[in-house]
């Protein structure tokens, strides 16, 4: 068989559903993009901890404090798996994470951003990770079979995540004025970035990772999940979104809104977002300042 | 030391069959145990992981071994259509309807 062939069939075994193991053949494209797709998600999960570290000492009791320990703990663990996967697929990890830190490859637009209150901490939780599990669960049934297995286990994790979120808000929520304030605060700073955060709509006729089975939902339907399930759930605490032309077309069933800042979203995942260098300047510094750890494992002579 | 990669398998509670769970990276047995600790062991859901080199794995997956083109359901219990052979049988003996559905009727 020519390699044209065996890629053509390979392209109409996953457009069918069909499944790729990590030593199957593969067309050089589709490799190249699963790794890209993977090496993002791992980024994000790594770099995703960051805001969230700032609140380990912050945290407002021991229990608290465990449950966000214990969540960034989870999310390295993501970001271990995942660069597990893209590996298999022929990147180096050092050469991952050399580029990320050389800002060459992407995060998500979300960790590009400071957080400022607790209020803060119980929205990312709660309402970041819900964007990100309605991705990710769609994810489970990636062609690529060892991502989508790493997404269930994943998806499973972070439910959990999405309760001690949904719990820190609503403990906010049912306490002062000021804790009611601290949360609306939090969820006008966030909308926008949530909104921006599944990315513009796609052309399914061209969007080759929804071809290739590679994601198996267009952005455009993962926001409309989300904001199916979530927006009623953020109303009835009496929070407002901050977006007056939000509203569930009864006719279609669509969520309507007003459109999100894409320039904000190339802008700020291109590594201009307000902590995007700091929190790659973190990194740099963590990484060098570890080094010793890593060559003691490995055996390096000193 | 270069690192090595290792499937892990986990077994969630004891006489359940051991499943794989995904691959570490390490150098040593030591450090791919506590990896295999950390990633598939820290939220209490394993009694048991092995852990196990890649390239210790032997892997058949060819089809004409596996999924032969011929017809197997003389191996399956779904390859025994009884129900009306029974029906006749019991008719023959003149104990319609006295015992039950029996085993292998779908």
Redesign the interface.
């Given at each position: 068989m020519t390699d044209t062939a065996r890629a053509e069939a390979f392209y109409t075994h996953v457009g069918s559903g069909g499944k790729v193991e990590a030593d199957d053949w593969m067309p050089d494209d589709y490799r190249a993009a699963v790794l890209k797709f993977v090496e993002m998600h791992a980024n994000s999960e790594l770099m995703g901890v960051l805001p969230e570290r700032d609140w380990i000492l912050r945290a407002p009791t021991l229990r608290r404090k465990l449950a966000l320990t214990s969540k960034i703990?989870d999310e390295v663990?993501h970001a271990?798996?995942l660069y597990?996967v893209a590996?298999?697929l022929g990147k180096p990890?050092e050469q991952m994470l050399a580029d990320l830190l050389a800002g060459k490859t992407k995060f998500h637009n979300v960790f590009h951003y400071p957080t400022r209150s607790w209020g803060d901490v119980g929205i990312i939780a709660w309402l970041v990770d819900a964007a990100a599990i309605v991705s990710q669960q769609a994810l489970r049934d990636s062609s690529y079979a060892?991502y989508g297995?790493?997404m269930k286990?994943i998806c499973w994790?972070e439910s959990v995540h999405i309760m001690h979120g949904r719990d820190v808000v609503l403990t906010l929520m049912t306490g002062t004025e000021g804790q009611r304030s601290m949360v609306q605060e939090a969820l006008d700073r966030w909308w926008g970035p949530l909104m921006q955060m599944h990315g513009p709509p796609t052309d399914p006729v061209t969007d080759r990772d929804l071809i290739w089975q590679i994601k198996s939902k267009g952005n455009e339907q993962l926001r409309q999940e989300f904001l199916d399930i979530y927006v009623p759930r953020i109303w009835e605490l009496g929070l407002t979104v901050p977006d007056a032309a939000l509203h569930r077309d009864e006719a279609t069933g669509r969520w309507q809104y007003t459109e999100p800042d894409w320039d904000e979203l190339r802008s700020v995942v291109t590594g201009h977002g307000p902590a995007s260098q700091s929190r790659l300047e973190f990194r740099r510094l963590h990484r060098a300042e570890t080094q010793w750890v890593r060559d003691a494992?490995?055996?390096v002579a000193a | 030391?270069a690192?090595r990669?290792w499937e892990v398998f986990q077994q969630a509670a004891e006489g359940d069959p051991m499943v794989h769970?995904?691959?570490?990276?390490a150098?040593d047995e030591e450090?791919a145990l506590h990896?295999a600790r950390?990633?598939y062991g820290?939220?209490q859901e394993s009694v048991r992981l092995w852990v196990v080199p890649r390239d210790a794995i032997l892997e058949l997956d060819d089809p004409d071994l596996l999924q032969p083109p011929f017809d197997r359901s003389h191996k399956r219990p779904g390859g025994y259509v009884i129900k009306h052979k029974l029906e006749a049988a019991r008719q023959r003996a003149g104990t319609s309807g006295t015992g039950g559905g029996g085993e292998g009727t779908e």
């Open positions: 703990q663990g271990q798996l597990r590996e298999d990890r060892p297995r790493t286990k994790e494992v490995l055996g | 030391m690192d990669v769970g995904g691959s570490v990276r150098p450090l990896y950390e990633f820290r939220r």
